[in-house]
């Protein structure tokens, strides 16, 4: 599966949008890109993925670039209970797909 | 809630012993999946079953071994533990385990070895 760099920290202020980066320039034609998160040792949580149009749910939307190297996933109105780690994931879809969780960004909203 | 049910939430045993830790997945979900997360280590994938098969390995120990019953429920033994095996034991589940369909996951077994 495709490796995934992500900055490893970000502060966001309290209602504002959330813009969280992501690049996947090694990434292949059959592999979707997700966005799962933890909040303080949690379980992860599923919040969205895509193959390579933009998509879009109650959580989050998903931009992912045309040449599909990159992504951002955008949290419109960020509150404090999304302080969490956000991890951005490729996975290959015809396989037994496991996820490979990588280092993350760590998101800290603040009032 | 994520619907994926693990037992126990907190373990604590000795160095040496072995341990079983229990994952109950969604209904209807045929894949479940174990990942260890340790605070060196982040998320690692340990193990994945689809309808009783194993289907894929990832960085488990020889010590460790899993499997998943008729019924779909899961469990993850360890045996042998070190004090290097305390972690975050997560399960998540999926319909079928493919590369598009969304992975829930439980909110994990602590184990500490002492």
């Known amino acids: 599966d495709a490796k995934t760099t992500q900055p490893p920290s970000m502060d966001c202020a309290e209602g504002r949008a959330a813009n969280l980066p992501c690049n996947h320039s090694t990434i292949s034609g059959n592999e979707y890109v997700y966005w799962y998160r933890q909040i303080h040792s949690q379980g992860p949580q599923y919040i969205i993925h895509?193959?390579?149009n933009n998509e879009t749910n109650e959580m989050a939307s998903l931009i992912i670039t045309e040449d599909r190297k990159s992504s951002t996933l955008i949290l419109p109105h960020a509150t404090l209970r999304d302080t969490a780690v956000y991890y951005c994931?490729?996975?290959?879809?015809?396989?037994?797909?496991?996820?490979?969780f990588g280092a993350g960004t760590q998101v800290v909203v603040t009032p | 809630d994520s619907g994926v049910t693990q037992t126990p939430k907190h373990l604590i045993t000795a160095t040496g012993q072995r341990v079983t830790l229990r994952c109950s997945p969604r209904?209807?979900?045929?894949?479940v999946y174990w990942y260890q997360q340790s605070l060196d280590q982040g998320l690692q994938f340990l193990i994945h079953?689809?309808?009783?098969?194993?289907?894929a390995k990832g960085n488990i120990l020889e010590r460790f071994s899993a499997q998943q019953f008729p019924d779909l429920h899961s469990e993850l033994n360890l045996s042998s533990l070190e004090l290097g095996d305390s972690a975050l034991y997560f399960c998540?589940?999926?319909?079928?385990?493919?590369?598009?369909?969304?992975?829930?996951f439980g909110q994990g077994t602590r184990l500490t070895v002492v």
């Open positions: 994931i490729v996975r290959v879809t015809d396989s037994w797909g496991k996820l490979q």
């Open positions: 895509g193959l390579k």
């Open positions: 209904s209807g979900d045929l894949s």
């Open positions: 998540a589940s999926s319909p079928y385990g493919t590369g598009h369909d969304e992975a829930f």
């Open positions: 079953y689809y309808n009783g098969e194993e289907r």
